[in-house]
């Protein structure tokens, strides 16, 4: 069965830099589309990025470019989001996920696996 496990989260003031890593135990992790979603207390998940199997194409919400990368190690079965320029409306719980079908999707309807969450929470 696939796991993902989502580490890096913390405090951090606005202005501020975080690194997300997730770890993936799937087999053949490569074949696989990857995205970052994140849930705020009382929203639904939320659409960060996404980045295709060789990581070769990215996509990014409007709320996010410019200021977070999404990169993938897959010699390490990794993937990251670098998260600069932070704000409080960036705080939430962030979940890597898997698609496993290369939908390519902004939707979580579209992805099959997601990890635990860990808490960003970003003070002004």
């Known amino acids: 069965q696939v796991q993902l496990v989502e580490s890096g989260g913390g405090l951090v003031q606005a202005g501020g830099s975080l690194r997300l890593s997730c770890a993936a135990s799937a087999h053949f992790f490569s074949s696989f589309h990857m995205g970052w979603f994140r849930q705020a207390p009382g929203k639904e998940r939320e659409f960060v990025a996404v980045?295709?199997?060789?990581?070769?194409?990215?996509s990014y919400a409007d709320s996010v470019k410019g200021r977070f990368t999404i990169s993938r190690d897959n010699t390490k079965n990794a993937v990251y989001l670098q998260m600069n320029n932070l704000e409080p409306e960036d705080t939430a719980v962030y979940y890597c996920?898997?698609?496993?079908?290369?939908?390519?999707?902004?939707?979580?309807?579209?992805?099959?696996?997601w990890g635990q969450g860990t808490q960003v929470t970003v003070s002004s």
């Open positions: 996920a898997m698609d496993k079908n290369l939908v390519f999707s902004r939707r979580p309807t579209n992805y099959d696996y």
């Open positions: 980045i295709n199997r060789s990581g070769g194409s990215t």
